[in-house]
């Protein structure tokens, strides 16, 4: 799952992310037929998600739920771990409350806080419901057996209450409220933004301590691990979506084709995304997407450079 960390970058420090194949499809078994409808709605969620870019990854020695994929940070390197019902490697010891804390509280079973490289910061705000379809899926899947590797933290960044001192300025625990004042399309976007996708964990650039900088929502980061950078997301006329539609997103979620006629780049990490989990939306949860990004105030932010204006709200 994309990191938080990966948003920030240090003068002169690069790493290097495995980047997929295209050829190779992820490791995902088809749904039975006779499924129930929580494990339909969580193998869908699986993917929307973009669990399966770390978990079931796009690699030819991948498997479902074994995790494995390399996550480069400034911090340093960290490892997406098994989540299948495996007793001794994976989440089998688990009971459905400790999947849920993880994923609304960012704990593990024994009390050990998360890197935020799993993105609970977002997976907070998920539903009940949502949470418990993915635990339905998830706990119904084969068992694999992966050895999990073990992060590689640069020493730095090793401090003690470092973690809980940056949870204490980030974190703030779901669920997400719809807001009333909103139109249902509103709502349903910024909750698969917010919630589901974790756009804004890409497209939010962040301080020197990895905090979102709030005056700068949606206005674009860079990615170290991809030497990528995530574009403002805005209706800024000059770095933002000024050229673009709401359908024309909506598209580009659905195709990876821009408005322009050039394609997402697939080297880059939305391509991936969009292939295995953001074309798996619905049409309708896309146009919602759509209608709530463009419904973001303008920041004129430059994200190639670092450089521009905050907003005075900012947003969640």
């Known amino acids: 799952m994309t990191s938080w960390l990966t948003t920030i970058l240090l003068a002169g420090f690069t790493v290097t992310h495995e980047t997929r194949m295209p050829e190779v499809p992820v490791p995902v078994p088809e749904v ?12 869908w969620l699986y993917r929307v998600a973009a669990c399966v870019g770390c978990h ?14 390399d996550l480069p940070t400034q911090f340093g390197t960290f490892y997406a771990p098994n989540i299948s019902p495996d007793p001794t490697v994976g989440i089998g010891g688990w009971s459905e409350q400790d999947f849920t804390r993880a994923l609304r509280d960012g704990v593990s079973p024994s009390g050990r806080r998360y890197w935020p490289t799993f993105p609970y910061m977002t997976y907070t705000n998920m539903t009940d419901a949502d949470i418990h379809a993915l635990w339905a899926y998830v706990s119904t899947q084969p068992t694999v057996h992966t050895e999990e590797k073990p992060h590689e933290i640069r020493p730095r960044y ?7 001192l940056w949870r204490s300025l980030e974190f703030r625990r779901g669920p ?3 807001d009333p004042s909103q139109s249902d399309g509103w709502n349903r976007g910024r ?9 804004d964990q890409c497209h939010t650039p962040r301080n020197n301590l990895g905090l979102l900088e709030r005056g700068r929502f949606m ?3 860079t990615n170290p691990g991809k030497s990528a950078v995530h574009p403002n997301l805005t209706s800024d006329p000059t770095y933002g979506l000024s050229d673009w539609t709401r359908d ?19 080297d880059y990490i939305m391509a991936e995304k969009i292939h295995d989990s953001y074309a798996w939306l619905s049409e309708a949860d896309r146009e919602a997407i759509a209608e709530y990004v463009f ?15 905050r907003h005075a709200q900012g947003s969640r």
């Open 248 to 266: 024309g997103l909506a598209q580009f979620l659905a195709t990876g084709d821009k408005p322009d006629g050039s394609r997402a780049d697939p």
């Open 32 to 43: 039975p037929v006779d499924a129930s409808a929580d494990v339909v709605r969580g193998a």
């Open 219 to 221: 206005a674009g980061g």
């Open 176 to 178: 997400m409220e719809p």
């Open 56 to 69: 079931s990854p796009p690699f030819a020695e991948a498997k479902h739920l074994g995790g494995g994929r």
């Open 295 to 309: 419904a973001l105030p303008p920041v004129a932010y430059d994200p190639e450079t670092g450089t521009g204006a």
């Open 158 to 164: 090793r401090t003690p209450g470092l973690l809980g």
């Open 191 to 199: 909750y698969l933004a917010l919630g589901v996708t974790y756009c």
